[in-house]
């Protein structure tokens, strides 16, 4: 049963998130549909990561298993039609070993938050950066930021309804930049771990958001950590501006 790794792009706008669910549209759930047109099901898919509702993937990373021997390039065309009308886009395919799993097996996520700060209503990127009506300062959210990395417990800025063991993890990236686009300034924010847990990335942003505002100072992140409270986090960023941009693997499947 030869297994496939499948690179995918999404607009997480009209599901429910990436897992799939019983009453509600998923990524998952479009993509296994399709595979059932393919070969007679049910199918289950692994991902990298298990993005909430609203969020974008533009690399996620999953994995299938299927019956018939198919060129990765046959499967993903295959894929492609019959996923339409979804936004969803296998963007490249190839067959791996049965010990490899898009999940487990992955080295490092790295996530992508945009933030427009901007007056005047959004038209061409609306439903794809937050857009908040004040400047922003950069050094000051980096200088928050750098609170945050290395290994922390990060009770703080976990959801309340996190399923992961411990609160506990490393943090090895998060940058922050302002990016020139035809539509204004935006601010980006690169955040890199191994595995995050849940609304992890959109708490930090939505705390750092703060302190670039003026209503936090970057010491309040640090007084924000140590709290290991989740009362003591900052807003939770909307998650249209998040982006599952990038897995690693110690050995990629594409080459």
């Given amino acids: 049963m030869p297994r496939f790794a499948l690179q995918i792009e999404y607009d ?14 998923s990524v998952q759930g479009a993509i296994e549909q399709a595979l059932c047109k393919l ?73 992508l938050f945009r933030i427009m700060p901007r ?22 959210m980096m200088e928050g930021a750098s609170h945050l990395l290395g290994e922390h417990d990060f009770t703080t800025f976990r959801s309340t309804i996190c399923q992961a063991m411990s609160p506990i993890k490393t943090l090895d990236r998060l940058d922050i930049t302002n990016v020139e686009t035809d539509h204004g300034t935006e601010v980006h924010f690169d955040v890199r771990a191994r595995s995050f847990l849940h609304n992890q990335v959109r708490s930090f942003v939505g705390t750092l958001e703060r302190v670039g505002c003026g209503s936090l100072t970057p010491d309040d992140v640090k007084t924000a950590l140590a709290a290991r409270d989740r009362a003591a986090c900052g807003p939770v960023s909307p998650p249209h501006g998040l982006y599952l941009a990038k897995v690693l693997y110690d050995t990629p499947p594409f080459g």
């Fill in 39 to 111: 070969e007679p099901g049910p199918h289950t898919i692994a991902a990298a990561g298990r993005t909430d509702k609203g969020v974008h993937g533009l690399a996620q990373i999953a994995h299938c298993d299927m019956k018939r021997d198919w060129t990765p390039f046959r499967l993903s065309e295959a894929l492609n039609y019959h996923l339409k009308p979804n936004p969803v886009s296998v963007v490249n395919c190839a067959q791996v070993p049965d010990t490899f799993h898009a999940r487990f097996s992955a080295t490092e996520r790295q996530y």
């Fill in 119 to 140: 007056r005047a209503p959004l038209t061409h990127t609306r439903g794809y950066v937050w857009q908040v009506k004040q400047p922003l300062d950069v050094d000051l």
């Fill in 12 to 25: 997480g706008a009209p599901f429910h998130g990436w897992q799939r669910q019983a009453d509600h549209p």
